[in-house]
């Protein structure tokens, strides 16, 4: 009983709660008629689908400069790095890892500029962050109809300018990671594998880097920015790195989302 309690201590009780209601849901599937396996394959799934997305919170977190709310500042990066690919006519692998190519200069632009305004805003930074977010969002819905895109597949075909609000991903690199490696039994189970190993790869990455130089500077400036100046590191510059960290692991995790669903959606 000893061990039970401080197993929950150190895991923490909202986990354990949410595990718990989850095995319930598994529980009680086939009582209201819903498959098993095909649940497994869903969460799955979602897991690939948002890993890196929710990966793309941890460096700002580390920082000290809190939840990263605008990461739709990634994500646009993300979706030009994927329409320009488009664009270029690039598929298949090359088109996948060309459209992360693509936005990587984009997200690091962005989140360049990004960080130095959060830096700006010390103890405002989520409030601005969601500024700057919906400000992105809003922007690019204009710039999407502007911007001189040619290809049919993603052009509007009445005006034949202005890309479509939904952009499929066929003959590109739709489920590219999803097939790679997946197990199959059946229609309804399925494991993506390819998916689920570029997460992991990608974690492993940012493990890399909190044990790099730069990262553990980073995250000396999360737990004590005080402590972390008095030894040389900038404050400033490590929570714009983090910012920037994080832009870039968005415009990744979208990249890998749209693959998963198979197309792109700019709204």
Same mark, same amino acid.
């Given at each position: 009983?000893?061990?039970? %309690?401080?197993?929950?201590?150190?895991?923490?009780?909202?986990?354990?709660?949410?595990?718990?209601?989850?095995?319930?849901?598994?529980?009680?599937?086939?009582?209201? /008629?819903?498959?098993?396996?095909?649940?497994?394959?869903?969460?799955?799934?979602? *897991? /690939?689908?948002?890993?890196?997305?929710?990966?793309?919170?941890?460096?700002?977190? !580390?920082?000290?400069?809190?939840?990263? *709310?605008?990461?739709?500042?990634?994500?646009?990066?993300?979706?030009?790095?994927?329409?320009?690919?488009? !664009?270029?006519?690039?598929?298949?692998?090359? +088109?996948?890892?060309?459209?992360?190519?693509?936005?990587?200069?984009?997200?690091?632009?962005?989140?360049?500029?990004? /960080? %130095?305004?959060?830096?700006?805003?010390?103890?405002?930074?989520?409030?601005?962050?969601?500024?700057?977010?919906?400000?992105?969002?809003?922007?690019?819905?204009?710039?999407?109809?502007?911007?001189?895109?040619?290809?049919?597949?993603?052009?509007?075909?009445?005006?034949?300018? $202005?890309?479509?609000?939904?952009?499929?991903?066929?003959?590109?690199?739709?489920?590219?990671?999803?097939?790679?490696?997946?197990?199959?039994?059946?229609?309804?189970?399925?494991?993506?594998?390819?998916?689920?190993?570029?997460?992991?790869?990608?974690?492993?990455?940012?493990?890399?880097?909190?044990?790099? %130089?730069? +990262?553990?500077?980073?995250?000396?400036?999360?737990?004590?920015?005080?402590?972390?100046?008095?030894?040389?590191?900038?404050?400033?510059?490590?929570?714009?790195?983090?910012?920037?960290?994080?832009?870039?692991?968005?415009?990744? /995790?979208?990249?890998?989302?749209? !693959?998963?669903? $198979?197309?792109?959606?700019?709204?």
């Amino acid at each position: 009983m000893r061990k039970l %309690k401080e197993f929950v201590t150190d895991f923490g009780l909202p986990r354990v709660i949410i595990f718990l209601f989850l095995m319930f849901l598994f529980v009680a599937a086939p009582f209201v /008629g819903v498959r098993i396996d095909t649940s497994i394959s869903d969460v799955l799934t979602r *897991f /690939g689908q948002n890993g890196i997305l929710v990966l793309a919170l941890v460096p700002m977190v !580390q920082s000290g400069t809190g939840l990263n *709310f605008g990461l739709p500042v990634g994500i646009i990066a993300g979706l030009l790095g994927g329409t320009l690919a488009m !664009q270029f006519h690039l598929t298949g692998w090359l +088109g996948f890892f060309g459209a992360i190519a693509i936005s990587m200069p984009f997200a690091i632009v962005f989140g360049w500029l990004y /960080g %130095k305004l959060l830096n700006r805003v010390k103890g405002d930074e989520m409030t601005i962050a969601m500024y700057v977010g919906f400000s992105m969002v809003t922007f690019f819905s204009i710039l999407w109809l502007l911007l001189p895109y040619s290809n049919p597949t993603m052009v509007w075909g009445y005006a034949g300018q $202005g890309l479509r609000t939904t952009i499929t991903l066929d003959n590109y690199w739709g489920h590219i990671l999803n097939d790679f490696l997946a197990i199959r039994s059946g229609n309804t189970f399925n494991v993506p594998t390819g998916m689920i190993l570029f997460v992991f790869f990608c974690a492993f990455l940012v493990y890399l880097f909190f044990r790099s %130089k730069t +990262g553990t500077a980073m995250t000396a400036v999360g737990s004590n920015p005080d402590f972390a100046r008095a030894g040389g590191v900038s404050v400033d510059r490590m929570r714009t790195i983090s910012v920037t960290v994080s832009t870039m692991l968005g415009a990744v /995790g979208i990249l890998a989302s749209q !693959q998963s669903s $198979g197309f792109i959606p700019l709204l």
